[in-house]
């Protein structure tokens, strides 16, 4: 029997997550596993990847072979180059928290006013104009 560590599809349409498995290779996508050994969740910023390394190990030193997406979500948290005997890469980055806006005080706001707004009206300002021109373009030609 061929065992392979494959992802099993979960979630709606257009928010996919998914769980690695171990799982007969002979068996659909998202039928029956063995054994859950992580999760992995791509829509979220940064996305989520969580995997059990010891079960990896046991598996992949049983002789389970990942498929290609599941090699490089190996890849990437180590537990790979961990089986093979290969240094291990950089960790992941992990994204600060961000808050939703910035704080009045974190953009060095004072409390000082400046003022009221004065809007002024833009058609008594054209009225006002318009016999001033005349006028002075009347005085410019005499």
């Known amino acids: 029997m061929a065992v392979k560590i494959k992802l099993k599809r979960l979630g709606k349409i257009r928010s996919p997550h998914y769980r690695i498995v171990v799982a007969d290779s002979r068996t659909r996508r998202d039928g029956r596993a063995i054994e859950e050994i992580g999760k992995y969740h791509p829509t979220y910023n940064p996305s989520v990847i969580e995997v059990d390394g010891e079960r990896v190990a046991y598996w992949l030193g049983v002789g389970a072979q990942p498929t290609e997406p599941v090699l490089a979500i190996l890849k990437k948290t180590g537990d790979w180059q ?6 291990a890469p950089a960790p992941l980055l992990q994204q600060a ?20 707004a004065i809007t002024q009206k833009k058609k008594a300002e054209k009225k006002d104009e318009a016999p001033a021109e005349s006028s002075s373009s009347a005085s410019t030609e005499a």
Request: hydrophobic share 20%.
């Open 82 to 87: 961990k089986f093979k005997g290969e240094p």
């Open 97 to 116: 928290e961000k808050s939703a806006r910035p704080s009045f005080e974190a953009l060095g706001g004072e409390d000082e006013g400046k003022g009221e």
